[in-house]
């Protein structure tokens, strides 16, 4: 049995999504296998600043990031887990410097996740795969819209739904546009569709195509749609997984988060959001290359209906980013 490999988790960051960034990568690093693994927490703090920690205490000392570079090549990594979402993790500049370092990651590389987390250019790549996706525009100024209410107005680089609004009245999508333009300098409004909300998860497989899991219906309870406070308050939605829905729509949902998966050059796992209408008609909203990896996370849910518990995911995305098969670790 070979000594356990050392695995530096990423976690907290400085966009918006810190918290959730933060929970995630707590709940990563207490199931993960110490049989397998030796992790340790790397914490970027909102301005920057890097800790470490070989537990979930942190203390106060805080380094620069030329001092966490050299503290991170210090602790001599095999491999890298990332759980910074949004801005400077999960847009392709955490995976460029891993890169540049010469240290595996789990997640896609830096290219896609740049591509993935623009939402714009990712709805052309999308829509040229012949994917449906709704009605859109780019927005640079609050003043140039031309999409008709209701629509839907979120930031162009920002997850977790953070300053995302629907507008009913014109009034709501100014304000909406508004609020929007204070997270990002660009904004994209798309055509509200309405109708049933879905997500569709694949994971690579170690030696073969990749795998479309269980599909996950997602209703909201307590808010109009999915946002902040749907997705990380307790009870606030119910997740249904594998989802109630009939078995050609399963296998059309299931098609299309694998056609996104390979449209945007997606690495080791993604999660594609999907609204079906009345009319059975799908259109994608977007994809995520590192989506919320909690226990009770949507991609980590569909996983266990798969067959796959949570600690044997992790396994399973980190034995993907060193490219060797479980039975060799």
């Not at 960051?13 to 709940?27: A, F, N, R, T």
């Not at 999308?126 to 979120?154: D, F, M, W």
């Not at 609004?165 to 009034?171: L, V």
């Not at 997602?218 to 249904?240: G, V």
Request: with cysteine.
């Amino acid at each position: 049995m070979r000594n356990p490999r050392r695995v530096a988790i990423f976690l907290g960051g400085m966009s918006p999504e810190h918290d959730i960034s933060v929970l995630s990568g707590l709940e990563v690093f207490k199931h993960m296998s110490r049989e397998r693994w030796s992790p340790f927490l790397v914490r970027i703090g909102r301005d920057g600043t890097w800790q470490f920690s070989e537990s979930a205490d942190f203390s106060d000392e805080s380094f620069s990031i030329t001092e966490g570079l050299t503290g991170l090549l210090q602790r001599t990594p095999d491999v890298v887990f990332p759980l910074l979402h949004g801005a400077y993790g999960e847009d392709g500049r955490f995976q460029g410097l891993m890169d540049y370092l010469h240290l595996p990651y789990v997640g896609s590389e830096c290219l896609t996740s740049a591509l993935a987390l623009n939402k714009a250019r990712a709805r052309d790549v999308l829509s040229h795969a012949g994917l449906r996706v709704p009605q859109g525009e780019e927005l640079y100024s609050p003043n140039t819209v031309t999409i008709e209410v209701p629509c839907v107005i979120k930031p162009m680089h920002l997850g977790s739904s953070v300053g995302l609004r629907i507008a009913h009245t014109p009034h709501e999508r100014t304000a909406a546009l508004q609020h929007a333009f204070r997270h990002d300098h660009r904004v994209l409004v798309e055509a509200f569709i309405q109708g049933r909300e879905f997500t569709a998860g694949v994971i690579d497989s170690l030696d073969g195509p990749p795998i479309a899991l269980p599909i996950v219906e997602i209703r909201p309870k307590t808010s109009a749609f999915f946002d902040y406070h749907a997705k990380y308050t307790p009870d606030a939605t119910d997740e249904l997984c594998p989802a109630p829905i009939d078995n050609d729509l399963r296998l059309k949902l299931q098609a299309i988060g694998l056609e996104a998966h390979h449209a945007l050059g997606c690495r080791h796992m993604s999660r594609t959001d999907i609204i079906v209408t009345p009319a059975g008609i799908p259109y994608v909203l977007e994809t995520n290359t590192l989506p919320g990896m909690t226990s009770t996370s949507l991609l980590p849910q569909a996983a266990e209906a798969y067959g796959l518990g949570f600690s044997e995911l992790l396994d399973h995305l980190l034995h993907l980013a060193l490219g060797r098969s479980a039975s060799e670790s």
